[in-house]
């Protein structure tokens, strides 16, 4: 069974960067057919994907946050990242990794996610 | 961005009940909409994807249809444990995007 764990600060200064990390345990990390990914969701609003990042380094990012966003992944340790710039009070979230599963044909299917941790933008 | 509205945002219902969420996107999305559930400090949960695609170990009581740009997912009987969230999303065109929400209450 795959499962999901983000770990980083639960604040973060305004104009600081946020910084969170994924843990991936039970296989197939480093296999074909999947990417992983990160969302969040602001309290009270919906989700909002906030990029991918496949097993060879290559990512996509949302583009409004294409100038803030950084994804990366170390398969040693099957961690992958997420650093997030110049953040503000809007950036506080729940934010959550999950595995995407694009070998079934469906570029942007979510089928393992982390349980998500709360980061509040706060001085 | 693709948009993809949810109708209701809560509904209120009894074990038992038979419910319909709906899911509008716009543009179409052709058959790439997946639902997933989600609990309160819990991971979120893919419950269907591919429109009516049950993904495995989901019960049977969850159902999905729709094409092009709409799409609703239904729970024939509902039960204590699905008070939860649920959302639909589009995985048609990047970024993928979510429904507001529908938060279901017994």
């Known amino acids: 069974q795959v499962q999901l764990q983000e770990s980083g600060p639960g604040l973060v200064k305004p104009s600081q960067t946020l910084s969170l990390t994924c843990t991936v345990s039970?296989?197939?990390?480093?296999?074909?057919?999947?990417?992983w990914s990160w969302m969040r969701q602001p309290a009270g609003k919906g989700l909002e994907w906030l990029g991918r990042?496949?097993?060879?380094?290559?990512?996509n990012y949302h583009p409004s946050l294409q100038s803030r966003v950084a994804i990366s992944i170390d398969t040693s340790t099957n961690q992958f990242s997420l650093k997030l710039s110049s953040v503000t009070a809007a950036d506080t979230a729940v934010y959550y990794c999950?595995?995407?599963?694009?070998?079934?044909?469906?570029?942007?299917?979510?089928?393992?996610w982390g349980q998500g941790t709360l980061v509040t933008v706060s001085s | 961005d693709i948009q993809m509205t949810q109708s209701p945002s809560s509904l209120s219902a009894s074990v038992g009940d038979r419910l319909t969420i709906t899911c509008r996107a716009s543009p179409s999305v052709y058959s790439y909409v997946n639902w997933y559930q989600v609990k309160q400090g819990e991971a979120p949960r893919l419950l269907i994807h591919d429109v009516s695609r049950l993904q495995s170990g989901v019960p049977s009581r969850f159902s999905g249809r729709g094409s092009g740009t709409d799409f609703t997912l239904v729970i024939s009987s509902l039960q204590p444990e699905d008070v939860a969230t649920y959302y639909c999303q589009q995985s048609y065109s990047i970024p993928p995007t979510f429904g507001g929400g529908t938060k279901v209450e017994v």
């Open positions: 999950a595995r995407g599963n694009y070998g079934s044909g469906n570029p942007a299917l979510f089928d393992y």
């Open positions: 039970g296989g197939s990390f480093s296999s074909g057919g999947y990417y």
């Open positions: 990042i496949y097993i060879n380094g290559n990512t």
